[in-house]
DNA sequence: TATAAAATCTATAGAATTACTAGACTTTTA
DNA sequence: TAAAAGTCTAGTAATTCTATAGATTTTATA
Protein backbone atom coordinates (compact mmCIF):
# COMPACT_ATOMS: atom_id res chain seq x y z
CA UNK A 1 0.00 0.00 0.00
CA UNK A 2 1.46 3.45 -0.80
CA UNK A 3 2.13 5.36 2.93
CA UNK A 4 1.12 8.46 3.31
CA UNK A 5 3.32 10.50 2.73
CA UNK A 6 4.18 8.86 -1.26
CA UNK A 7 -0.34 9.96 -1.39
CA UNK A 8 0.50 13.42 0.02
CA UNK A 9 3.56 13.85 -2.28
CA UNK A 10 1.10 13.19 -5.25
CA UNK A 11 -1.33 15.83 -4.29
CA UNK A 12 0.40 18.20 -3.71
CA UNK A 13 1.92 17.24 -7.17
CA UNK A 14 -1.60 17.33 -8.96
CA UNK A 15 -2.13 20.72 -7.18
CA UNK A 16 0.81 22.50 -8.80
CA UNK A 17 -0.21 20.98 -12.25
CA UNK A 18 -3.40 21.95 -12.07
CA UNK A 19 -2.82 25.44 -10.93
CA UNK A 20 -2.73 27.77 -14.02
CA UNK A 21 -1.21 30.15 -11.87
CA UNK A 22 1.58 32.60 -12.68
CA UNK A 23 2.54 32.96 -9.56
CA UNK A 24 4.12 30.09 -7.09
CA UNK A 25 1.59 28.72 -4.54
CA UNK A 26 2.39 28.26 -0.77
CA UNK A 27 2.82 25.20 1.14
CA UNK A 28 0.01 26.39 3.87
CA UNK A 29 -2.40 26.20 0.81
CA UNK A 30 -1.43 23.02 -0.06
CA UNK A 31 -1.17 21.49 3.51
CA UNK A 32 -4.98 23.14 4.00
CA UNK A 33 -6.35 21.86 1.00
CA UNK A 34 -5.74 18.10 1.64
CA UNK A 35 -5.61 18.24 5.65
CA UNK A 36 -1.76 17.28 5.44
CA UNK A 37 0.37 18.26 8.35
CA UNK A 38 2.22 21.44 6.99
CA UNK A 39 5.51 21.21 8.29
CA UNK A 40 5.49 16.93 7.23
CA UNK A 41 4.33 18.34 3.81
CA UNK A 42 7.54 20.92 4.15
CA UNK A 43 9.63 17.91 4.12
CA UNK A 44 7.96 16.32 1.12
CA UNK A 45 8.16 19.41 -0.95
CA UNK A 46 12.14 19.71 -0.43
CA UNK A 47 12.60 16.14 -1.59
CA UNK A 48 10.72 16.90 -4.64
CA UNK A 49 12.56 20.14 -5.44
CA UNK A 50 16.11 18.21 -4.68
CA UNK A 51 14.91 15.48 -6.86
CA UNK A 52 14.19 18.13 -10.16
CA UNK A 53 10.78 18.01 -9.78
CA UNK A 54 9.98 21.27 -8.11
CA UNK A 55 11.16 25.13 -8.06
CA UNK A 56 10.88 27.59 -5.28
CA UNK A 57 11.16 30.99 -4.68
CA UNK A 58 12.13 32.10 -1.39
CA UNK A 59 10.62 35.03 0.83
CA UNK A 60 7.38 36.95 0.54
CA UNK A 61 5.30 36.03 -2.79
CA UNK A 62 7.27 32.54 -2.95
CA UNK A 63 6.25 29.46 -2.67
CA UNK A 64 6.83 26.38 -5.19
CA UNK A 65 6.12 25.56 -9.00
CA UNK A 66 6.62 22.42 -11.13
CA UNK A 67 9.99 22.78 -13.15
CA UNK A 68 8.90 19.96 -15.63
CA UNK A 69 5.95 18.94 -17.86
CA UNK A 70 3.69 16.66 -15.86
CA UNK A 71 3.65 14.63 -19.01
CA UNK A 72 7.67 14.00 -18.53
CA UNK A 73 7.19 13.15 -14.74
CA UNK A 74 5.85 8.97 -14.55
CA UNK A 75 4.31 7.87 -11.43
CA UNK A 76 6.99 4.85 -11.02
CA UNK A 77 9.76 7.79 -10.21
CA UNK A 78 7.38 9.13 -7.85
CA UNK A 79 6.41 5.86 -6.39
CA UNK A 80 9.92 5.11 -5.88
CA UNK A 81 11.18 8.23 -4.07
CA UNK A 82 8.40 8.00 -1.31
CA UNK A 83 7.14 4.39 -1.16
CA UNK A 84 10.55 1.93 -1.88
CA UNK A 85 10.64 -0.65 -4.36
CA UNK A 86 7.54 -1.57 -6.70
CA UNK A 87 8.72 -4.86 -6.66
CA UNK A 88 7.26 -7.75 -4.23
CA UNK A 89 10.67 -8.87 -3.46
CA UNK A 90 14.04 -6.95 -3.65
CA UNK A 91 15.35 -9.76 -5.66
CA UNK A 92 13.95 -8.61 -8.65
CA UNK A 93 13.78 -4.99 -7.71
CA UNK A 94 15.29 -2.73 -10.27
CA UNK A 95 16.02 -0.11 -7.99
CA UNK A 96 16.67 -1.26 -4.91
CA UNK A 97 18.12 -4.78 -5.70
CA UNK A 98 18.91 -7.16 -2.98
CA UNK A 99 19.84 -11.08 -3.20
CA UNK A 100 17.64 -13.23 -0.57
CA UNK A 101 20.38 -14.85 1.72
CA UNK A 102 18.10 -18.15 1.96
CA UNK A 103 17.83 -18.20 -2.04
CA UNK A 104 20.89 -20.54 -3.87
CA UNK A 105 19.67 -19.44 -7.23
CA UNK A 106 17.51 -16.87 -8.21
CA UNK A 107 16.53 -18.66 -11.45
CA UNK A 108 15.44 -21.71 -9.89
CA UNK A 109 13.24 -19.81 -7.29
CA UNK A 110 9.62 -20.38 -7.88
CA UNK A 111 8.53 -17.05 -5.90
CA UNK A 112 11.23 -14.73 -7.44
CA UNK A 113 9.52 -15.98 -10.74
CA UNK A 114 6.25 -15.06 -9.25
CA UNK A 115 7.53 -11.72 -8.17
CA UNK A 116 8.92 -11.03 -11.50
CA UNK A 117 6.15 -11.21 -13.21
CA UNK A 118 4.35 -8.91 -11.14
CA UNK A 119 6.93 -6.64 -11.23
CA UNK A 120 6.84 -6.30 -15.41
CA UNK A 121 3.29 -6.21 -15.27
CA UNK A 122 2.93 -3.26 -12.61
CA UNK A 123 5.81 -1.37 -13.96
CA UNK A 124 4.79 -1.19 -17.74
CA UNK A 125 1.71 0.63 -16.23
CA UNK A 126 3.48 2.45 -13.79
CA UNK A 127 6.33 3.69 -16.75
CA UNK A 128 3.74 4.76 -19.02
CA UNK A 129 1.22 6.80 -16.63
CA UNK A 130 2.29 10.22 -15.41
CA UNK A 131 1.41 12.83 -13.53
CA UNK A 132 0.38 14.74 -17.17
CA UNK A 133 -2.32 12.00 -17.74
CA UNK A 134 -4.19 11.46 -13.88
CA UNK A 135 -4.36 15.21 -13.90
CA UNK A 136 -5.63 15.00 -17.78
CA UNK A 137 -8.09 12.11 -16.83
CA UNK A 138 -9.62 14.29 -13.52
CA UNK A 139 -9.88 17.43 -15.67
CA UNK A 140 -11.64 15.53 -18.52
CA UNK A 141 -14.02 13.95 -15.97
CA UNK A 142 -15.19 16.74 -13.92
CA UNK A 143 -16.41 18.35 -17.25
CA UNK B 1 7.03 -5.45 -0.46
CA UNK B 2 6.28 -8.38 1.02
CA UNK B 3 6.98 -9.02 4.98
CA UNK B 4 9.43 -11.60 6.47
CA UNK B 5 6.12 -12.81 7.51
CA UNK B 6 4.50 -13.69 4.79
CA UNK B 7 7.78 -14.71 2.81
CA UNK B 8 8.04 -17.64 5.64
CA UNK B 9 4.70 -18.40 5.21
CA UNK B 10 5.48 -19.65 1.82
CA UNK B 11 8.43 -21.03 2.29
CA UNK B 12 6.82 -22.83 5.06
CA UNK B 13 4.57 -24.21 2.41
CA UNK B 14 6.48 -24.91 0.06
CA UNK B 15 8.56 -26.72 2.12
CA UNK B 16 5.76 -29.02 3.11
CA UNK B 17 4.58 -29.07 -0.64
CA UNK B 18 7.68 -30.38 -1.63
CA UNK B 19 8.08 -33.09 1.02
CA UNK B 20 6.94 -36.90 -0.14
CA UNK B 21 7.24 -38.08 3.31
CA UNK B 22 4.06 -39.54 4.71
CA UNK B 23 4.56 -38.60 8.27
CA UNK B 24 3.87 -34.67 9.66
CA UNK B 25 6.55 -32.29 9.16
CA UNK B 26 7.93 -30.80 12.61
CA UNK B 27 8.10 -27.10 12.96
CA UNK B 28 11.84 -27.40 14.00
CA UNK B 29 12.70 -28.52 10.92
CA UNK B 30 11.13 -26.35 8.84
CA UNK B 31 12.69 -23.23 11.04
CA UNK B 32 16.31 -24.50 10.31
CA UNK B 33 16.04 -25.22 7.00
CA UNK B 34 15.00 -21.05 6.26
CA UNK B 35 16.81 -20.14 9.42
CA UNK B 36 12.96 -18.90 10.66
CA UNK B 37 12.71 -18.37 14.45
CA UNK B 38 10.83 -21.31 15.47
CA UNK B 39 8.23 -19.29 17.86
CA UNK B 40 7.52 -17.18 14.64
CA UNK B 41 7.05 -20.09 12.64
CA UNK B 42 4.40 -21.39 15.38
CA UNK B 43 2.44 -18.61 14.45
CA UNK B 44 2.60 -18.79 11.05
CA UNK B 45 1.48 -22.72 11.03
CA UNK B 46 -1.07 -21.85 13.63
CA UNK B 47 -2.99 -18.98 11.00
CA UNK B 48 -2.34 -21.54 8.12
CA UNK B 49 -3.86 -24.57 9.70
CA UNK B 50 -7.25 -22.12 11.26
CA UNK B 51 -7.54 -20.55 7.34
CA UNK B 52 -7.85 -24.90 6.25
CA UNK B 53 -4.75 -25.04 4.49
CA UNK B 54 -2.58 -27.12 6.85
CA UNK B 55 -3.50 -30.20 9.23
CA UNK B 56 -1.42 -31.14 12.38
CA UNK B 57 -0.97 -33.94 14.49
CA UNK B 58 -0.31 -33.26 18.16
CA UNK B 59 2.18 -35.28 20.37
CA UNK B 60 5.37 -37.42 19.44
CA UNK B 61 5.52 -38.63 15.20
CA UNK B 62 3.29 -35.45 14.94
CA UNK B 63 3.63 -32.14 12.90
CA UNK B 64 1.85 -30.67 9.83
CA UNK B 65 0.77 -31.38 6.69
CA UNK B 66 -0.98 -29.88 3.61
CA UNK B 67 -4.13 -30.47 3.68
CA UNK B 68 -5.00 -28.99 0.33
CA UNK B 69 -3.88 -29.57 -3.61
CA UNK B 70 -1.09 -27.31 -3.71
CA UNK B 71 -2.78 -26.70 -7.23
CA UNK B 72 -5.91 -25.17 -5.47
CA UNK B 73 -3.54 -22.85 -3.06
CA UNK B 74 -3.97 -19.43 -5.05
CA UNK B 75 -0.55 -17.16 -4.15
CA UNK B 76 -3.34 -14.23 -4.06
CA UNK B 77 -4.87 -15.85 -1.16
CA UNK B 78 -1.65 -16.54 0.94
CA UNK B 79 -0.18 -12.55 0.23
CA UNK B 80 -3.90 -11.22 1.35
CA UNK B 81 -3.25 -13.48 4.80
CA UNK B 82 -0.19 -12.23 5.80
CA UNK B 83 0.68 -9.69 3.78
CA UNK B 84 -2.60 -7.77 3.87
CA UNK B 85 -4.29 -5.69 0.59
CA UNK B 86 -2.49 -6.47 -2.76
CA UNK B 87 -3.84 -3.05 -4.21
CA UNK B 88 -1.76 -0.15 -3.82
CA UNK B 89 -4.63 1.98 -2.89
CA UNK B 90 -7.56 0.77 0.27
CA UNK B 91 -10.32 2.24 -2.29
CA UNK B 92 -9.57 -0.19 -4.99
CA UNK B 93 -9.23 -3.15 -2.81
CA UNK B 94 -11.70 -6.42 -3.36
CA UNK B 95 -10.61 -7.41 0.44
CA UNK B 96 -9.84 -4.54 2.49
CA UNK B 97 -11.46 -1.49 1.05
CA UNK B 98 -11.75 1.87 2.28
CA UNK B 99 -12.93 5.04 1.03
CA UNK B 100 -10.14 8.03 1.12
CA UNK B 101 -11.12 10.55 3.09
CA UNK B 102 -9.91 13.13 0.83
CA UNK B 103 -12.08 11.59 -1.98
CA UNK B 104 -15.35 13.54 -3.46
CA UNK B 105 -15.56 11.17 -5.92
CA UNK B 106 -13.55 7.73 -6.65
CA UNK B 107 -14.66 7.51 -10.13
CA UNK B 108 -13.02 10.83 -11.29
CA UNK B 109 -9.85 10.02 -9.22
CA UNK B 110 -7.19 9.68 -11.40
CA UNK B 111 -4.87 8.10 -8.60
CA UNK B 112 -7.78 5.86 -8.01
CA UNK B 113 -8.10 4.55 -11.43
CA UNK B 114 -4.06 4.08 -11.94
CA UNK B 115 -4.22 2.20 -8.88
CA UNK B 116 -7.11 0.01 -10.55
CA UNK B 117 -4.91 -0.82 -13.58
CA UNK B 118 -2.16 -1.62 -11.21
CA UNK B 119 -4.02 -4.41 -9.05
CA UNK B 120 -5.87 -6.24 -11.91
CA UNK B 121 -2.50 -6.42 -13.22
CA UNK B 122 -1.24 -7.86 -10.58
CA UNK B 123 -4.02 -9.98 -9.69
CA UNK B 124 -4.45 -11.55 -12.88
CA UNK B 125 -1.20 -13.08 -12.00
CA UNK B 126 -1.66 -13.87 -7.98
CA UNK B 127 -4.99 -15.41 -8.84
CA UNK B 128 -3.81 -17.59 -11.51
CA UNK B 129 -0.53 -18.47 -9.84
CA UNK B 130 -0.55 -21.59 -7.39
CA UNK B 131 1.53 -23.14 -4.64
CA UNK B 132 1.47 -25.83 -7.36
CA UNK B 133 3.28 -23.93 -9.65
CA UNK B 134 6.07 -22.06 -7.89
CA UNK B 135 7.15 -25.80 -6.30
CA UNK B 136 6.86 -27.22 -9.95
CA UNK B 137 8.97 -24.12 -11.80
CA UNK B 138 11.48 -25.22 -8.75
CA UNK B 139 11.44 -29.13 -9.09
CA UNK B 140 11.51 -28.52 -13.05
CA UNK B 141 14.49 -26.60 -13.01
CA UNK B 142 16.32 -28.18 -10.49
CA UNK B 143 16.70 -31.24 -13.21
C1' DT C 1 15.45 49.96 6.59
C1' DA C 2 12.17 47.50 9.33
C1' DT C 3 8.75 44.10 8.95
C1' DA C 4 6.30 40.31 7.42
C1' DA C 5 6.11 36.34 4.62
C1' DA C 6 7.97 32.67 2.80
C1' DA C 7 11.23 28.55 2.29
C1' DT C 8 15.14 25.93 4.66
C1' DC C 9 17.56 23.34 8.17
C1' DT C 10 18.40 20.44 12.27
C1' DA C 11 16.76 17.73 15.60
C1' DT C 12 13.61 14.99 17.86
C1' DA C 13 9.26 12.85 19.50
C1' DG C 14 5.26 9.89 19.03
C1' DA C 15 2.62 6.24 16.84
C1' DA C 16 2.08 2.19 14.44
C1' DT C 17 3.58 -1.94 12.59
C1' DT C 18 6.56 -5.78 12.25
C1' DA C 19 9.38 -9.19 14.22
C1' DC C 20 10.37 -11.96 17.77
C1' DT C 21 10.47 -14.29 22.68
C1' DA C 22 8.98 -16.60 27.06
C1' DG C 23 6.71 -19.84 29.36
C1' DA C 24 2.94 -22.61 30.74
C1' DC C 25 -0.35 -26.02 28.96
C1' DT C 26 -2.29 -30.04 26.36
C1' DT C 27 -2.15 -34.14 23.69
C1' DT C 28 -0.16 -38.31 21.99
C1' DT C 29 3.01 -42.12 21.42
C1' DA C 30 6.09 -45.60 22.92
C1' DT D 1 5.17 -42.20 32.78
C1' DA D 2 8.38 -39.65 30.14
C1' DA D 3 9.45 -37.46 26.00
C1' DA D 4 7.93 -35.16 21.98
C1' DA D 5 5.05 -32.61 19.67
C1' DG D 6 1.49 -28.73 18.85
C1' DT D 7 -1.43 -24.83 21.34
C1' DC D 8 -2.25 -20.73 23.91
C1' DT D 9 -1.53 -16.20 26.24
C1' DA D 10 1.11 -12.52 26.97
C1' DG D 11 4.50 -9.51 26.26
C1' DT D 12 8.96 -7.19 24.42
C1' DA D 13 12.17 -5.43 20.97
C1' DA D 14 13.13 -3.33 16.72
C1' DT D 15 11.98 -0.79 12.89
C1' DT D 16 9.53 2.28 10.08
C1' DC D 17 6.24 5.82 9.43
C1' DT D 18 4.23 10.09 10.75
C1' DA D 19 4.47 14.28 12.78
C1' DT D 20 6.29 18.35 15.50
C1' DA D 21 9.34 22.17 17.34
C1' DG D 22 12.06 25.83 16.79
C1' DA D 23 15.72 28.44 14.83
C1' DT D 24 17.60 30.40 10.41
C1' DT D 25 17.77 32.50 5.87
C1' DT D 26 15.95 34.98 2.07
C1' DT D 27 13.03 38.27 -0.26
C1' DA D 28 9.41 41.78 -1.22
C1' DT D 29 7.42 45.86 0.05
C1' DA D 30 5.66 49.57 2.94
Known amino acids: MLSKK ?4 IHALTY ?11 IREI ?6 PQKFLE ?3 LELKKAGFLGSKIGKGGGYYLTKDPKKIKMAHILRMFNGP ?8 LN ?3 SCAECVDEK ?6 MALEVRDAALKIL ?15 SC
Not at 16 to 26: D, E, F, G, Y
Not at 108 to 113: A, E, F, V
Open 43 to 45: SIL
Open 16 to 26: LAKSSRQTPVI
Open 96 to 98: YYE
Open 31 to 36: AQEYCI
Open 127 to 141: LNKSLGDIVAFEELE
Open 108 to 113: QCGLHK
Open 6 to 9: TKYA
Open 86 to 93: IALLPCVS
